[in-house]
């Protein structure tokens, strides 16, 4: 069964610097979907970015990016700038790309603290 | 842009009691997830419905129930509930209708209290 491994449940970051949130993976598929969604208090579970597993570039989204390693299974997430806005819990998921379902599996989540 | 639609957003229970969550997806979106997120906890997959046809079945108790209409809206039914139910029901809603990439838009979420 695929998992998503969040290691650090809480980090923080001092406003305007740049913080890294780690996360692991196990499947044995070979394409899928990979994905980092922020849950600001409201709860709404809101995309920030996406990355197709049989693209080697890393995404990008404004001040979001990440680091795909698909050999090691890793999945960071870098957070430039920061934000007070950015704080939230920030989980990562997977998605598999050819069984019905397409279920999303997440991982524990990191809580991001952001200070002024 | 419509969004996905959930009712009510906020419900309150007692133990044993029956609850029924909707989801109404976004227009032309013909796939529903539901996920369940206890407190402090990931969201976990419960059930999902394509074309009105259940798709994959998570971790979803036997004491649930769900489907999705003609309409493609869906209903998720709880019944003799427990404590432990106690959660924020998600719901998503895609397309699979084309592309090799349907992105899953979640429902702003259903507080689920049950005392």
């Known amino acids: 069964a695929q998992t998503v491994t969040q290691s650090q449940p809480e980090m923080s970051v001092q406003e305007a610097e740049t913080v890294t949130l780690s996360c692991t993976y196990d499947t044995s598929e070979s394409d899928y979907y990979l994905f980092w969604y922020k849950q600001p208090p409201s709860r709404q579970m809101i995309l920030v970015i996406r990355q197709e597993a049989y693209k080697q570039q890393n995404a990008t989204e404004n001040r979001f990016s990440v680091n795909f390693q698909k050999a090691a299974k890793s999945f960071s997430l870098k957070i430039s700038d920061s934000q007070l806005g950015d704080a939230a819990m920030y989980f990562c998921?997977?998605?598999?790309?050819?069984?019905?379902?397409?279920?999303?599996?997440f991982g524990a989540g990191t809580r991001l603290f952001v200070k002024a | 842009a419509a969004g996905v639609i959930q009712s009510p957003r906020h419900l309150i229970k007692e133990k044993r009691e029956t609850a029924t969550l909707k989801c109404y997806p976004i227009?032309?979106?013909?796939?529903v997830y539901w996920y369940q997120q206890g407190p402090g906890q990931d969201p976990q997959f419960l059930i999902s419905?394509?074309?009105?046809?259940?798709?994959d079945k998570g971790s979803i108790p036997d004491r649930f129930s769900a489907q999705q209409f003609s309409d493609y809206h869906s209903e998720l039914n709880m019944s003799s509930l427990e404590l432990g139910d106690s959660a924020l029901y998600f719901c998503?809603?895609?397309?699979?209708?084309?592309?090799?990439?349907?992105?899953?838009?979640f429902g702003p979420g259903t507080r689920l209290t049950v005392l």
């Open positions: 998921a997977y998605r598999e790309l050819n069984t019905g379902g397409f279920k999303t599996i």
């Open positions: 227009p032309r979106h013909d796939t």
């Open positions: 419905f394509y074309e009105k046809m259940q798709s």
């Open positions: 998503a809603s895609s397309s699979l209708g084309g592309g090799s990439y349907n992105e899953q838009f």
